[in-house]
């Protein structure tokens, strides 16, 4: 599968990952993402609530994600690390391998950020990127 997004004002890779999987994980029947949903706490503090969710209830990742190049994108980046392809960022998504997590949900408290899926892709145009890109090195610490 394969999405088009509008991003805005994330402060990094971390919070990302959270507006992710709020807007891709859901119903396979419907073009979505399955996967385990995200905690509703876990958006509040990515987007508008008390970004402090502490130790007993971090945000998870969902994914793990690589640039276009296969490489590993990490949590502790920010969206502007990710080079873009003919003008796009692109990210590929892969199952998570355990569980990492964070109890900061934003770093950028003042930032309103925005995370719109505009479109699924047709699976034409998902192949067609999918060939511009390379395979993943799953050399990363979550790797598993």
């Known amino acids: 599968m394969g ?5 805005g004002a994330i402060g990094d890779i971390f919070q990302l990952h959270t507006l992710l999987a709020e807007r891709l994980i859901g119903d396979p029947e419907q073009g979505l993402v399955a996967g ?3 905690a509703h706490s876990w958006v509040e503090a990515a987007t508008d609530g008390d970004s402090n969710l ?3 209830d971090p ?16 949590p502790d980046g920010v969206p502007a690390d990710i080079e873009p392809l003919d003008g ?6 892969h199952p998570p391998n355990g569980t990492f997590g964070m109890g900061v949900g934003r770093v950028f408290e003042h930032m309103t950020p925005t995370l719109r899926l505009d479109r699924i892709l047709q699976r034409t145009e998902t192949q067609a ?6 395979p993943a090195v799953e050399n990363d610490l979550t790797a598993g």
């Open 54 to 56: 502490g130790t007993s």
């Open 88 to 93: 796009t960022r692109v990210l590929v998504l």
């Open 59 to 74: 945000a998870i990742c969902r994914f793990r994600l690589f640039d276009r190049h296969g490489g590993h994108v990490y």
């Open 36 to 38: 385990e949903r995200r």
């Open 129 to 134: 990127w999918f060939d511009q890109m390379a």
């Open 3 to 7: 999405y088009a997004l509008t991003m």
